[in-house]
């Protein structure tokens, strides 16, 4: 199974052309598809996404998609369209692999999907053992996790939840200037943040063969 992976695109996918987008069997959004997250902004990804000709479309949301985490005044799945998958803290089988997804994160400021410890203790819980593909905005501490700043801001959580199942592939975003490939004996970990920390256009689309 070929994948192809972005994330990030914070409402600027409309500057990518449908061609730039590697065709594969997956692809996957890693989180924050809009700057401001509005309407407005959810909808013009998801029209911009549905039309990517990639069979399988999986996207979760991030710290910048308030939208959908707003579940009390407003469905988010009523604008998804039928060739795209949200996953939410839960999962979907293709091709007999498995996909597990969360926006949870540490807090960063007044974002979306802010959880405490204990909250993505339990979220992070939740994720199968026999999990191949996890999908998160935020990094796991100390992967592909370190800022301008040089500080290490990923999830201690979410590392010690992944050195468990370990996943064969674990993709994410969130901190843009950290992009790239990490490899271990067990996992692939892949940020696939398309903007760089400027909120420029720098990176391109990885591809992951499983």
Not at 116 to 121: A, D, E, N, S, V
Not at 169 to 186: C, N, R, S
């Amino acid at each position: 199974m070929t994948i192809t992976l972005i994330s990030d695109t914070h409402n600027k996918h409309q500057f990518i052309k449908n061609d730039e987008i590697p065709l594969a069997d997956v692809l996957i959004h890693c989180g924050d598809i809009t700057n401001k997250g509005t309407l407005e902004e959810a909808e013009s990804f998801l029209n911009w996404f549905s039309d990517l000709p990639n069979k399988n479309k999986i996207f979760i949301a991030g710290n910048h998609d308030f939208l959908f985490e707003n579940k009390v005044d407003f469905n988010f799945k009523e604008i998804i369209p039928e060739n795209i998958i949200y996953l939410e803290n839960n999962g979907i089988t293709i091709d007999g692999i498995n996909f597990w997804g969360s926006p949870d994160q540490p807090t960063f400021f007044k974002m979306a999907f802010n959880k405490t410890k204990l909250q993505r203790k339990e979220s992070f819980a939740k994720i199968p053992k026999n999990t191949d593909v996890l999908i998160t905005h935020c990094p796991p501490h100390r992967i592909l996790d370190e800022t301008k700043e040089s500080d290490y801001v990923g999830c201690e959580v979410l590392w010690e939840t992944v050195k468990k199942i370990e996943p064969k592939l674990h993709v994410f975003g969130h901190i843009h200037e950290a992009y790239g490939i990490k490899e271990t004996e067990k996992t692939t970990f892949v940020n696939a943040s398309l903007l760089n920390e400027y909120y420029k256009r720098t990176n391109a689309p990885i591809v992951i063969t499983l």
